[in-house]
């Protein structure tokens, strides 16, 4: 059924460090999947994480 947990594991160690820093939790929205990918595979490609933040921030944080 799964063949990894790269994805699982880091969404459950970035959630662990949300929780423990008070800010909430990242959970991406189902229908902005895509959008999420693009702005992760921009900040690969750039090294730029300013608009993935900004993204992640504006629809992704619960709790804050």
Same mark, same amino acid.
């Given at each position: 059924?799964? #063949?990894? +947990?790269?994805?699982? !594991?880091?969404?459950? !160690?970035?959630?662990? &460090?949300?929780?423990? #820093?008070?800010?909430?939790?990242?959970?991406?929205? !189902? &229908?902005?999947? +895509? @959008?999420?990918? =693009?702005? #992760?595979?921009?900040?690969? &490609? @750039?090294?730029?994480? =300013?608009?993935?933040?900004?993204?992640?921030?504006? =629809?992704?944080?619960?709790?804050?």
């Amino acid at each position: 059924m799964f #063949l990894d +947990g790269n994805k699982r !594991v880091a969404n459950l !160690v970035a959630n662990k &460090e949300m929780i423990r #820093l008070g800010q909430g939790i990242i959970a991406i929205p !189902v &229908e902005e999947i +895509g @959008t999420y990918f =693009t702005n #992760l595979i921009n900040y690969y &490609e @750039t090294g730029d994480n =300013t608009d993935l933040k900004n993204w992640l921030y504006k =629809t992704s944080i619960d709790g804050i």
